[in-house]
């Protein structure tokens, strides 16, 4: 293995781990390897450039903490995140879809009563959030635990108020479990477009593609039922103007409600709103596992 | 740009910069957005792995500092780095041939004069190196810059002494100025064999990709002269049992050359040796402009 050219040395980098242990590793590499050795064939990538994109991960690497994930920006930005989601995510009809899970998702936020304030005081315009739960069967699918979470209304999650990550409070994020006969409801605010995290440097590769880095209004779902396969996805707010141009590319036609606008007055809850307030309806269809 | 699923994601991605202002980003972007996707339907990437993949190049961000460079690590253990190296330095027959740079490269390193002491204190094998610059007319290049750089007795570089990327001592790294003859010679210690950095996430890579991290022992050098292109290569020493396995696959055979053992006594300095010592010469052959 000596005197490696741009035609031969991808077949020797592969040769070098034909005795992995493991299959898929070795077939994860062998892919991997081909790939990126063919992108740079393809684009004869300068010496320069090389040292562009080492230097452009190394600062992906050092901006990330544990409430900044800027790999997954990347690979959410390049449409990456979204494949993966439709590779491992094809359903019977009739079920619904799923999209990207996104950098923001918290593990073990509070749980939250049924009716109860998901908002916890973040802030934003009222909204009544009431749903299902069903199988592919129209049965009711009970006691499912639904995590949720979202933007507020300056259109940044909890955990980007958090500095040097430390800690910070859990707001427009809870987890509720439905009810015997699949129904949920809950009182938050209502989602908005947010640019995701754009000072960095997957801020600077956007700019320089010439993209924005906005996303349409959503709220996160994360569904899980026993007998029944996880749903990760979120709701579309109607109307939002980056629909057609999510940055991240996760817009899927069946994902889109409407946000309903009521002027101040009785709310569903039972109490009554001094401001314009906002309900949401929407039924989810799990995938028997 | 709704619905999108893994056989229409990738042209949706690229449209989003077609308007990129730089034809050659845009050239750049769309050939790794296709051959990253093409990777991931391939392999039919599980969501688990991708996840996996997120969380290594976490890692390998986390540990880059710098005086550790693990994304250059990586890319010169897969390949990546002699590839690009190969693709940028086609040279006439005749010419020194280039290999990869490595990650151990400082700038500024002290000038030494011709017959100095690279070593500096370094620990290993005393060695004498001497070696001349010249075109490939075979005239000589006068007063070529010549930085040369070297792991220890124990497979290590200085910067690898370091600690929290604070300040190290410049040991077993020197720049030369050749004569106008071209000439230069200069002593040091035996360059080594030494594993790369392994205690980290690419070393877990090798490891499950039933790989050695080893390099075979070599004398790195970056030669500079008006009116020519910069070499940037290594010379490797005869016999070192990792000749074929290199786990940056960089060796060439017009690169080996032998470290002469002597018994001691008489130095090339005028100097005696109660050690022995080796010697070593090499003639660099550079490309004009
Ligand atoms: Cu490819
Ligand atoms: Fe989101
Ligand atoms: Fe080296």
Chains 1, 2 share one sequence.
Request: proline share 6%.
């Amino acid at each position: 293995m000596r005197n490696l050219d741009e035609d031969n040395i991808t077949r020797a980098v592969i040769a070098m781990h034909a005795d992995a242990k493991d299959a898929r590793v070795r077939t994860l590499m062998t892919s991997l390897v081909q790939h990126i050795h063919s992108f740079a064939r393809e684009v004869e990538l300068t010496e320069e450039e090389w040292f562009k994109g080492i230097r452009f991960l190394t600062e992906v690497g050092h901006i990330t903490t544990d409430v900044r994930q800027e790999f997954i920006l990347l690979s959410d930005t390049l449409g990456l995140s979204m494949l993966v989601t439709a590779l491992n995510n094809k359903k019977p009809q009739g079920c619904t879809e799923a999209t990207v899970f996104g950098p923001f998702h918290v593990e073990g936020s509070p749980l939250v009563p049924l009716g109860g304030d998901v908002a916890n005081g973040a802030e934003g315009e009222p909204c009544f959030v009431r749903g299902s739960v069903i199988g592919t069967d129209g049965q009711p699918v009970p006691n499912a635990e639904l995590q949720v979470w979202q933007a507020d209304a300056a259109g940044k999650y909890d955990v980007q108020y958090a500095r040097d990550g430390g800690d910070h409070e859990h707001r427009a994020r809870g987890t509720l479990i439905a009810d015997a006969q699949g129904n949920f409801h809950f009182k938050t605010i209502r989602a908005e477009a947010y640019p995701i995290p754009h000072d960095g440097p997957v801020g600077r590769m956007l700019e320089a593609l010439g993209r924005h880095p906005w996303r349409p209004a959503h709220l996160h779902f994360l569904i899980t039922a026993p007998g029944f396969d996880r749903l990760i996805t979120h709701v579309f707010r109607n109307g939002d103007r980056y629909l057609d141009s999510d940055a991240v590319f996760g817009v899927r036609s069946s994902l889109i409600a409407d946000w309903i606008e009521h002027p101040p007055g009785a709310t569903p809850d039972g109490g009554t709103s001094d401001v314009p307030f906002y309900t949401l309806d929407f039924r989810f269809v799990l995938n028997p596992a």
